[in-house]
């Protein structure tokens, strides 16, 4: 752990004291680098405002929290760190089930925005004075005042589907047109869609819809699954990194639960989550190329990559979802003849890398095609609280390995990198420099590996009512999970924040006066992740009616096709 | 010259060189795509086709099969003339230029000497740029008829980047002219017994090169079908053999500029040529075909190994630099014609 100025732990209690001016109901310190304040929500924005201005604190997310069954009313807290610091500042305010309002702190803090209508969605809770009023998480055709985040809405109820109802989009500005991307594009991976406004093919706006598949994961893991069943479904949160997520959802856990995981355990923690951020980034150069039109950079760097594909089978079973991690540490041993094997695959990668690497950095090309393009400013990277890469890419000097420790980086701690220029070039010198870096922490982890138990002995049961905030530097930025322990063996209330999710609110700003060419590979920049879809959105131009077609229509549409009755 | 005695016999023998070149063309396209897959594929480090027939050598077959059963979906809103007329214009025109090439000398057959080139026309290379021209039409026609903004858009792009390109490669090809005298490329052909038009126009030969991958829309030019930012491109609403079309238009181009690039700068079917009269007769034949195919693969080649260019760097590059030197070009070239012939 890295230590802790208790001066500023005084001045933040100073600061909330101060602005809160009498509306402070309490003050606690669940953890050493936790602090928690129970604040009127009267007086919730003044705190904010007052962390934000006077002591930088970084916005990660909100938790809206139906605690009626507890304590009778709701909760919304506000997710802060200071990061050169090293503490988490969590400003929770309770509210009354009869006035289901709270102000917004998204005029303070623009990278608020998702995260607070993201809670009006799920818990009900409405932002007073948020600009924008459309939905974010639930579907369209999603009834108005169901909240499917609430205790007393089954896991499993379906409501019924609103009939025509139009998607919440915005209209261009005049004299501009729409160049739509996406719900499915070539080069998105996921269905997210974007509405480019465009004058000729100068962007003069954006609007973003997406979500298109939210799968209910927070909702499963504090009403079916139990504390040791989240891992194997937080692992299943992304299809890239997800050591990350279950590594931090077990942190937050342990940290709630006062479980220290052993020494080995977290160096295991360290390097399988190291390999996967060089799969990812490997993964990320190639796709980069791809949207490029620089095909064989994909085909190289996936045949790069493919070795430390089979180093994770050979250590876990699995290229991808190990399974490896549980509440306590690790189900499964770094088996000690692997050692060679995986030094000998990462010599051979490093140097493949570099190669890689010295021919991207001279090419004209490439440069032409990535300097100066979607820029994204300090200032903006900060106001928007964008993580990882494009934060570092940006001058912003954030990671959490460093700020907020956690597995063996107190002991084998990263270099990190960062760039000023904020453009697609900067994020792409970035993760390059990342990756080596990677490879050298494998190393130097393989070689102080300690021996020992893998998995702390849990022998009572996790009490209720703890907090747990945990942080992973996953490839793409900072993953957050936040977890409240409650009764049944399982987390009352459990959190997650992807790093995709700050920064993709900070796209329409840098593809704002690009041209459409710039947009994909602005867009690939961020190494965007959401998920997978399985509905279809279709406009009828003669009428303009919009119709969103369920799953069952879709099916009898292409039956009906297929038996050649065709729709046309 | 042919008196209207002979004027069944001289029909025949074109008609027969007609069949036999598409036929010939047709073939090599197919085959320059399976070539391309697989050269691309060993950079790559892949394999490319290998499942149908030995080493994929069958999978064009498939694929025309293929293109040939697929449904062929019109969408509602496009205007059908125009867009059924646009791959058929795509297709003729890039088939037409093929006419006037000459891909050998000439080949004695019972006491008849038939010239291997279907037609020498006296402007031959001033043809060919015509042709190669209207070809613009197929795709921004198909952009516009499409009604749709991915294809208006790629349409728009490809209809300014030909034209932009199209003056660079005229006058990359007018330097050439200037020296040979001639617009017949037989003619032009015969010039360079001595020495290859290479030797004398390097530069004319770089700005034709260049010019000619951005008439074909290939990588690094590939913008009108740049699939990240713009889908398909043009052809973004066709499917089945229309699109085909397309397809084998694009492959065509790339054979008709790899054609006049020998005839213009490699001496086209020049080489050594020995043996007996038949072999005689038919050595330049090879000789021409393997300049062809050198170009072929360097045209796979670029695509192996650059990124594609961005629209406005594209169109930068076009009118600031392509286009000044190439005008410089001509201006040098003339000044040493005229000096030589005073």
Known sequence: ?568 | MATHSDLPLLLLMTLAKVVVVLGVLLTAIAYIVWMERKVVAHIQSRWGPYLVGPHGLLQPLADALKFLFKEDIVPDEVDRPIFWLAPLLAFTLAFLSISVIPFGESITIAGHTIPLQITDLNVGLLFVLAVTSLGVYGVALAGWSSNSKFPLFGGLRSSAQLISYELSLGLAVVSVVLIAGSLSLREIVEQQRGLWNICKQPLGFLLYFTAAVAETNRTPFDLPEAEAELVGGYHTEYSSFKFAMFFMAEYANMVTVSCLATSLFFGGWLGPVFGPPLVRSLLPVLWFALKVLAFLFVYIWIRGTLPRFRYDQLMGFGWRVMLPVALLNVLGTSLIVAWRSV
């Open chain 1, 1 to 568: 752990m890295s230590t802790i100025d208790q001066a500023t732990v005084t001045r933040v209690k100073q600061v909330v004291a101060a602005r809160s001016d009498g509306a402070l109901l309490s003050a606690t310190e669940p953890h050493a680098d936790t602090l928690q304040f129970a604040i009127e929500k009267a007086a919730l924005r003044a705190v904010v405002e007052g962390l934000v201005n006077e002591l930088q604190a970084r916005f990660m997310i909100s938790v809206g929290t139906d605690r009626r069954p507890v304590t009778g009313d709701f909760a919304i807290l506000h997710l802060f760190s200071l990061d050169h610091e090293h503490l988490y500042v969590l400003l929770e305010s309770p509210v009354p089930e009869k006035d289901l309002r709270i102000e917004s702190i998204t005029e303070i803090i623009p990278g608020a925005n998702w995260a607070e209508r993201e809670f009006r969605d799920a818990i009900g809770i409405h932002p007073e004075g948020h600009p924008d009023p459309r939905r974010l998480l639930l579907a369209d055709d999603w009834p108005e005042g169901t909240y499917p985040l609430r205790r007393d809405f089954p896991y499993n109820f379906q409501p019924p589907s609103v009939e025509n109802v139009r998607p919440q989009l915005r209209e261009p500005p005049a004299g501009a047109s729409v160049v739509p991307m996406g719900p499915f594009f070539p080069v998105l991976e996921e269905p997210a869609y974007w509405r480019l406004f465009v004058e000729g093919e100068t962007i003069v706006g954006c609007d973003t819809r997406i979500f298109y598949n939210h799968r209910g994961i927070e909702k499963l893991g504090d009403s079916v699954l139990t504390y040791n069943e989240i891992p194997y479904l937080a692992e299943r949160i992304c299809g890239i990194c997800g050591f990350i997520h279950s590594t931090c959802y077990c942190q937050a856990v342990e940290k709630a639960a006062g479980i220290e995981a052993p020494r080995r355990a977290r160096y295991i923690r360290t390097i399988m989550l190291e390999l996967e951020r060089i799969h990812s980034h490997l993964l990320w150069l190639g796709i980069a190329g791809h949207i490029i039109g620089f095909e064989t950079v994909l085909m190289q760097t996936w045949r790069i990559r493919e070795p430390v594909m089979w180093l994770c089978e050979e250590i876990s079973g699995n290229r991808k979802t190990y399974g490896m991690n549980t509440v306590g540490g690790l189900r499964r041993d770094l088996p000690n003849q692997t050692k060679p094997k995986l030094l000998e695959t990462l010599a051979e990668v490093e140097k493949e890398t570099i190669a890689v690497r010295n021919a991207i950095v001279g090419d004209t090309t490439l440069h032409a095609r990535t300097k100066g393009v979607g820029a994204l400013t300090n200032e903006w990277a900060k106001k928007i609280c964008a993580v990882g890469p494009p934060a570092r890419a940006s001058g912003v000097a954030i990671d959490a390995r460093i700020d907020h420790p956690y597995a063996a980086y107190d002991e084998v701690p990263p270099q990190i990198a960062t760039q000023e220029a904020g453009d697609t070039w900067a994020r792409v010198l970035v993760r390059v420099g990342e990756l080596l870096e990677s490879i050298r922490l494998v190393r130097e982890a393989l070689s102080s590996v300690p021996d020992g138990p893998i998995c702390a002995e849990i022998k009572e049961e996790i009490p209720p009512g703890r907090v747990g905030v945990s942080v992973v530097e996953a490839p793409r930025g900072e993953a957050v999970h936040y977890v409240l322990t409650g009764g049944d063996n399982r987390p009352y209330r459990w959190r997650v924040r992807a790093p995709t999710y700050p920064n993709l609110q900070a796209l329409p700003a840098m593809v704002s006066n690009g041209t459409i060419a710039d947009v994909p590979i602005t867009l690939g920049s961020l190494d965007p992740c959401f998920s997978c879809t399985e509905r279809l959105e279709t406009v009828d131009r003669r009428t303009n009616e919009v119709r969103v077609y369920s799953h069952a229509e879709l099916l009898e549409i292409s039956r009906r096709k297929a038996r050649g009755g065709g729709t046309r």
